[in-house]
């Protein structure tokens, strides 16, 4: 298989592990039904709206909602977050709750134990797969997926690179109810 | 018995290379040190402050061993792991930036020492007496004249010698002890910095012991094209000051415009006002493509390597004048000036002249036979607008953007008449070209960004050297207590993620009384935005080190002077001597001064050693989100972290709780995030309970007006007792302090890590 080239060249992977690339979103539900502690960290790009209007954020809160997954809010995301009705059970930048997440005696943001799946969603793509390779490198205890419309290579899963947002768009709601329908 | 002998041997020698029989102060534990003298300091740094690695490839390809994969757990075929391979890169990038400024600091000394003597006294002015506080607490040397700084930069050489050595395969085998080594170049950089500054000051007669600088012109529209053009890039100003010597000299320095890009930009206009500012790097291939110099000189460091291809485009002349970049050129150093002119003219030759005062000649004439000749026109809205049609926004553009961004839906926005988004995307523009060089249409895509971004002028402040002895008295008792709420300093490269949030920064701590300084690329955008009544950040704000100043130190070698003046409120305001005393130095700043860097458009590895030798004295550095690319930050985990120092007064450990300060290198996804985090690394142990609430008044409504819901969530570690919560906020912190079961506790009088660790320092020696 040849290798899968991320939508920003900076972040071409050198090295030999990358993302297992996934479009299927019953696929994607599956892995986050299976994970006993997933956590859904959220960040400032999702303060952007589609061309229909609808604010990224209210993805992620349905598919926060629909799995009931624990939310880690960065940057200044917590605030649209919290007008929106929901209170994230954490609130860290992508750096401190990697940081975080290496230690595998954490006790994750529900103090239950660490988390077993990371899912991130609306992180600039340079950091956000900056912050994957450490995951990556450091915490082999964990796996993480990515829902942004741009293929991570430091990911364990990551979605293709959408050439139309709708197509994304529709990964995203095929996700939500594939996420509702239980087992 | 041998041993002792050698150490004893060596210490002598240290002692006679620092001129320890002068006694301007007893002299400390570690004059000179070398690779382990500090190693424990940076251990215990390190213990709180953990290396967090992001590798930016997963393998390692330093030898004929590799490519080696150092993913899930393997090491490479010499045994490093992947921790140790990001450190080892740190520690390389850490000593490229080291080398840079001190190489940089030797050719200038060797130029200055040539034209004025090794015996030329060093005189920073009235005002300050502590001249050189970097090299006084490191070297442990009271440098007097130029012939002085050349003992430290010898020093700072041999150690750079012994660090490189040290990446070399199959040596280092611990990534914390790569960090000690990387902290150990980058406290060097400092050194190399200040050398290079003060000699300069001294030499060519910069600004000293004032604050009120000119202020001068910058952008391109200030350059008044219709004389000959000359560009100086770069950093190292002998090639600069040497031209205006000659423009002086020949009374051509109005009939010939000068202009800078990066930070010879800035020393050429500490050495002459009438020279303009083009930018910083990022503006530096719109300015070569546009063609409005004529002669471009190029010096070292952030330049670009394809100047001459670029130059030759549009028929600008090109000398380079350090060996630093000689870009093949043949070598015409020993050439008659009229022979070098005649074929730069005639044939469109470039050449490398390592001659300062050739150089200028030939440039001067140069640029006056050919300005005539050449047209210099910018394309109008209307041709801009016609270009544009050729792109399809097929996306390619945004796919080598290294930031990010997509210059495809501007174009497309300009075919149609509208240059508003193109007009925000070039204040994203790194300037790196690489769109250009994709596009499949081949759109001139910076020469539409040249015409949206129009012809604006802003000021700058010229950049002032060392902040005065006296500025430190004033600011001392208020700085420690935390009644200013700190001092942000503003540094290096500026271009990531958006030029605008600089100002937006500087404006935002200026006007709540916080010191604002600012060296390099950093300076000069802080003044490219202007308020409503159309002024620069350097008109709104007093250029005084002191609550509510908007400070132009200099350029990139000018950081020494804020890690200096770090050093200079231990050593002047609190008394405690400095002299090899480095571990005394930075255990202060750690704990007493609320101060913080800000790299925020970081990009070169001058940036990562400016940035690490600050971390190494106590100062926490705030990144950009690209910045994640460096490899490696320093964080803590506040919650889970021994916060426990030693309270000097009380010779007992206490357990602090808070994480005071939570970060030495961090990264921050936004300007938003950024805001309320910078205010709160400010936060120190030792703030008196007045202080301590005006920084949480601040870190709360930074928090509200950027993040927006609620109290921060870690405000509870911040607040010792009552009165430590700001009046404003009194009613809704206590609330949320009752809620979570919070419960007070006593403020340090003396808080030191000195005590905490093992290390030859004792405990007396951070009492003042």
């Given amino acids: ?183 | 018995m041998a041993e002792l002998k050698e150490i004893t041997r060596k210490l002598e020698e240290i002692h006679r290379k620092i001129k320890a029989e002068i006694p301007w102060e007893p002299v400390g534990p570690t004059p000179m040190p070398e690779i382990p003298d500090l190693r424990q300091w940076d251990m215990r740094l390190l213990k709180t402050y953990a290396p967090f690695y992001a590798p930016f490839c997963d393998l390692c390809c330093f030898c004929t061993y590799g490519k080696c994969d150092l993913t899930e757990g393997r090491r490479g075929a010499c045994g490093i792991d992947i921790a140790t391979q990001q450190a080892r890169f740190v520690l390389l990038a850490c000593l490229m930036g080291c080398s840079a400024h001190a190489a940089h600091g030797g050719h200038i000394l060797e130029f200055l020492i040539e034209r004025h003597g090794p015996d030329k006294k060093i005189d920073l002015g009235t005002f300050i007496e502590l001249e050189a506080p970097n090299i006084r607490t490191v070297v442990g040397l009271k440098p007097e004249t130029l012939g002085d700084l050349q003992i430290a930069l010898e020093y700072v050489f041999k150690e750079i010698a012994h660090l490189l050595d040290s990446c070399h395969t199959g040596q280092e085998g611990s990534a914390l002890d790569y960090e000690s080594k990387a902290l150990h170049a980058s406290m060097l950089d400092h050194v190399g910095m200040e050398v290079a500054d003060i000699a300069q000051i001294v030499g060519f007669n910069y600004p000293t012991s004032v604050a009120d600088t000119p202020l001068v012109d910058m952008g391109w529209g200030a350059i008044d094209k219709s004389k000959p053009v000359i560009l100086v890039s770069g950093h190292n100003p002998a090639t600069s000051t040497v031209l205006i010597d000659y423009l002086r000299e020949h009374n051509l320095e109005d009939q010939v415009e000068v202009c800078g890009l990066c930070c010879t930009a800035l020393e050429t206009t500490r050495y002459s006002d009438k020279a303009k500012i083009v930018g910083p790097l990022s503006r530096a291939l719109f300015f070569m493509r546009a063609g409005i110099a004529d002669v471009i000189m190029t010096d070292e460091q952030c330049i670009r390597t394809d100047t001459p291809q670029e130059a030759a485009k549009v028929g600008s002349a090109v000398i380079a004048c350090l060996d630093k970049a000689m870009y093949g050129l043949e070598d015409a150093t020993d050439w008659d000036p009229d022979e070098i002119v005649r074929r730069m003219v005639d044939n469109k030759e470039q050449f490398a002249i390592l001659d300062s005062p050739k150089a200028a000649e030939v440039a001067v004439k140069v640029a006056m036979e050919i300005a005539p000749k050449r047209k210099k026109e910018w394309l109008s809205e209307e041709e801009a607008i016609e270009l544009a049609k050729k792109c399809t926004n097929c996306g390619i553009c945004e796919q080598v953007c290294p930031n990010l961004f997509s210059i495809g839906d501007g174009i497309t926005e300009v075919a149609k008449g509208n240059f508003d988004l193109i007009r925000q995307q070039f204040l994203q523009c790194i300037g790196c070209g690489k769109c250009e060089q994709e596009c499949p249409r081949d759109v001139p895509i910076f020469r539409l960004m040249q015409v949206a971004a129009g012809n604006e002028t802003w000021k700058c402040r010229a950049g002032r050297g060392p902040v005065m002895d006296t500025e430190i008295r004033n600011v001392g008792a208020p700085i420690t207590l935390g009644t200013i709420p700190g001092i942000i300093a503003l540094v290096g490269c500026s271009n990531y993620p958006d030029i605008d949030d600089i100002a937006d920064m500087v404006d935002e701590f200026a006007k709540r009384k916080y010191i604002v300084v600012l060296t390099g690329c950093a300076a000069m955008v802080a003044g490219m935005k202007k308020d409503k009544d159309g002024l620069t950040v350097y008109e709104k704000y007093p250029p005084d080190f002191d609550a509510g100043g908007v400070v132009n130190i200099g350029s990139c070698v000018s950081n020494a002077h804020i890690s200096g003046a770090a050093i200079k409120i231990a050593n002047i305001f609190a008394a405690l001597p400095l002299r090899g005393n480095y571990e005394v130095m930075a255990d202060y700043v750690l704990n007493r001064v609320g101060a913080c860097g800000v790299a925020w458009g970081a990009m070169s590895q001058k940036a990562a050693s400016i940035g690490t030798g600050f971390n190494r004295l106590g100062v926490p550095v705030v990144l950009g989100p690209h910045s994640s690319k460096y490899r490696r930050l320093y964080l803590s985990r506040k919650e889970e972290d021994d916060w426990r120092v030693m309270d000097a007064r009380k010779r007992e450990i206490v357990d602090t709780v808070e994480p005071a300060p939570e970060h030495l290198a961090y990264v921050c996804e936004t300007k938003e995030k950024a805001m309320p985090m910078i205010a709160k690394l400010c936060i120190r142990r030792n703030d008196t309970p007045q202080g301590r609430a005006v920084k949480l008044n601040h870190y709360i409504s930074l928090y509200k007006k950027y993040i927006g819901a609620g109290l921060p969530e870690d405000i509870h570690l911040f607040v010792r007792r009552d009165p430590d919560i700001p009046l404003v906020y009194k009613k809704e912190v206590r609330a949320h302090l009752q809620e979570i079961g919070w419960q007070p506790r006593e403020p340090i009088g003396l808080p030191t890590l000195i005590g905490t660790y093992a290390t030859k320092v004792p405990l007396d020696a951070v009492i003042h």
């Avoid at chain 1, 009931?68 to 709750?97: F, R």
Wanted: charge should be positive.
């Fill in chain 1, 1 to 183: 298989m040849s290798a899968v080239l991320p939508r920003h060249r900076v972040n071409v992977l050198t090295g030999t592990k990358s993302a297992r690339l996934i479009e299927d979103a019953a696929e994607y539900a599956d892995f986050i039904k299976k994970a006993k502690r997933p956590l859904l960290v959220i960040g400032p790009l999702l303060l952007a709206s589609t061309a229909d209007g609808k604010l990224l954020l209210e993805y992620a809160l349905d598919i926060a909602k629909a799995a009931g997954i624990p939310i880690c809010a960065t940057a200044q995301t917590k605030g649209k977050v919290v007008e929106l009705g929901v209170k994230p059970d954490s609130v860290y930048d992508v750096v401190e709750i990697a940081n975080a997440l290496k230690d595998p005696e954490w006790q994750g943001v529900k103090k239950e134990g660490n988390h077993d799946l990371v899912i991130l969603f609306g992180i600039r793509s340079d950091l956000g797969n900056q912050s994957l390779s450490t995951l990556k490198h450091f915490a082999p205890h964990l796996k993480t997926m990515t829902l942004c419309k741009h293929y991570f290579p430091h990911a364990n899963y990551s979605l293709p690179n959408f050439k139309k947002d709708a197509k994304w768009q529709e990964f995203l709601e095929s996700l939500i109810a594939n996420l509702k329908k239980g087992d």
